[in-house]
């Protein structure tokens, strides 16, 4: 269970991520043509994966409880704000992440760009690489983060590659927005990872939990999952209040 929350963490953080990097680099792709936008999103790939190697070596080979203590805090303070923004969506107190949009809205802008008469397309290429990088540098942090407090990069990194190897074949076979993936409830079940993570991390590098139970992670997930719950229906019932009062104002 263990390995398989740490793969399950990088996975669906990437799949989220990856899903809206695809989403712009189709929209530059059939707008503007797909030699410079191809090459900004390769390089952006590149780029982030020399940071995975550079920083994956360097974390790894710290003290595993002082790290553990450290990362802890880092994954805490990271999932409880994707945790923030998953709840406000799950409880209609924010708009849902909709690529149908940002696919129309990108086209758009990409249209408006005059293209260069001669040589390359520097606006794709420069979009495709900053909208890929943006979107894989919170991949990296986790896939770093996780992996590290483990000292066991390389098994987070496997869950990441895959995904992105999935998002990618799914996003050429049909050849448009990903608009079915269900990437705001993917960000809870990432953000309720994270911050369970980081619990049980920063209880084990201050040495008041045993390293590697899986019975206590399982519990601080449960516990995280049902704070969630009850957070998102809270939400839900404030976002449905205002339309209630709005009701019942026009019966009077």
């Given at each position: 269970?263990?390995?398989?929350?740490?793969?399950?963490?990088?996975?669906?953080?990437?799949?989220?991520?990856?899903?809206?990097?695809?989403?712009?680099?189709?929209?530059?792709?059939?707008?503007?043509?797909?030699?410079?936008?191809?090459?900004?999103?390769?390089?952006?790939?590149?780029?982030?994966?020399?940071?995975?190697?550079?920083?994956?070596?360097?974390?790894?080979?710290?003290?595993?409880?002082?790290?553990?203590?450290?990362?802890?805090?880092?994954?805490?303070?990271?999932?409880?704000?994707?945790?923030?923004?998953?709840?406000?969506?799950?409880?209609?107190?924010?708009?849902?992440?909709?690529?149908?949009?940002?696919?129309?809205?990108?086209?758009?802008?990409?249209?408006?760009?005059?293209?260069?008469?001669?040589?390359?397309?520097?606006?794709?290429?420069?979009?495709?690489?900053?909208?890929?990088?943006?979107?894989?540098?919170?991949?990296?942090?986790?896939?770093?983060?996780?992996?590290?407090?483990?000292?066991?990069?390389?098994?987070?990194?496997?869950?990441?590659?895959?995904?992105?190897?999935?998002?990618?074949?799914?996003?050429?076979?049909?050849?448009?927005?990903?608009?079915?993936?269900?990437?705001?409830?993917?960000?809870?079940?990432?953000?309720?990872?994270?911050?369970?993570?980081?619990?049980?991390?920063?209880?084990?590098?201050?040495?008041?939990?045993?390293?590697?139970?899986?019975?206590?992670?399982?519990?601080?997930?449960?516990?995280?999952?049902?704070?969630?719950?009850?957070?998102?229906?809270?939400?839900?019932?404030?976002s449905t209040q205002p339309r209630r009062l709005a009701?019942?104002?026009?019966?009077?």
């Amino acid at each position: 269970m263990h390995d398989a929350l740490l793969l399950a963490a990088p996975f669906l953080a990437c799949v989220v991520e990856m899903v809206e990097a695809f989403t712009i680099v189709l929209a530059l792709g059939l707008t503007r043509g797909w030699r410079a936008v191809l090459a900004g999103a390769v390089g952006a790939v590149v780029v982030l994966g020399l940071v995975v190697a550079v920083l994956g070596s360097h974390v790894s080979s710290l003290p595993l409880t002082p790290l553990r203590l450290c990362v802890g805090a880092f994954l805490l303070v990271f999932g409880m704000l994707w945790l923030q923004k998953a709840i406000r969506r799950a409880g209609g107190l924010k708009a849902l992440h909709d690529e149908n949009k940002i696919f129309v809205a990108t086209t758009r802008t990409a249209e408006s760009v005059k293209r260069s008469d001669v040589g390359i397309d520097w606006y794709g290429l420069v979009t495709s690489f900053k909208g890929v990088l943006l979107e894989g540098i919170e991949v990296v942090f986790i896939v770093v983060t996780v992996g590290s407090a483990q000292h066991d990069v390389g098994l987070t990194s496997l869950g990441a590659v895959v995904a992105f190897g999935v998002v990618a074949l799914v996003g050429i076979a049909i050849h448009k927005p990903l608009a079915r993936v269900p990437e705001n409830t993917l960000k809870l079940a990432v953000a309720i990872l994270l911050t369970s993570f980081g619990i049980v991390w920063i209880l084990e590098g201050a040495g008041i939990a045993s390293s590697g139970s899986t019975a206590f992670l399982g519990g601080v997930l449960a516990v995280v999952s049902i704070v969630s719950a009850v957070l998102v229906e809270l939400a839900r019932r404030r976002s449905t209040q205002p339309r209630r009062l709005a009701v019942a104002g026009r019966g009077h």
